[in-house]
């Protein structure tokens, strides 16, 4: 929860390729101070069924700019695994990504926070391309 001298962060994930939540993905939090200052990792967490991630850590007094780690790979190998991929739309699983399957196996976004603000930041998956935005 934001306070007047911190930000907040939540997040969840959506993959567009089946029109559902992904659940599952690992997601760390980081914080720095400033632009030239180092990257602290704060902890993280993972999506649950509804692809939220409800419990990442507070942000600390200070901080400018957040990064969220989300390890995608390991979401798509299970998938793929689990024969989901079959439910995407003309999308071979491992078309032109490699011998992993995974073209993005993870995603980081990076951005500036203001304290006494909360930043709801969705990302929007699928094994081809993702998008976020700055949500509500």
């Known amino acids: ?4 001298t911190t930000a ?6 959506l993959d567009t390729s089946v029109g559902r939540p992904a659940e599952g993905v690992a997601i760390a939090l980081s914080a720095r101070s400033g632009p030239d200052a180092r990257w602290q990792t704060l902890g993280g967490s993972a999506t649950d069924a509804d692809g939220r991630c409800k419990d990442l850590p507070a942000l600390p ?3 400018t700019h957040v ?3 989300f390890e995608t790979e390991p979401y ?3 998938k793929q695994n689990n024969q989901q991929a079959e439910a ?3 999308a071979p699983a491992n078309r032109d990504s490699g011998a992993t399957g ?5 995603v980081a976004i990076t951005f500036a926070v203001t304290p006494g603000e909360h930043y709801h930041v969705p990302l929007l998956l699928n094994p081809f391309g993702y998008s976020v935005y700055r949500g509500s």
């Not at 907040?8 to 994930?13: F, G, K, L, N, R």
């Open 1 to 4: 929860m934001s306070t007047e």
């Open 8 to 13: 907040s962060v939540s997040t969840h994930i």
């Open 61 to 63: 007094e200070g901080t």
């Open 67 to 69: 990064r969220l780690d």
């Open 76 to 78: 798509f190998l299970t």
């Open 88 to 90: 995407q739309q003309d």
């Open 102 to 106: 995974a073209f993005f196996p993870e």
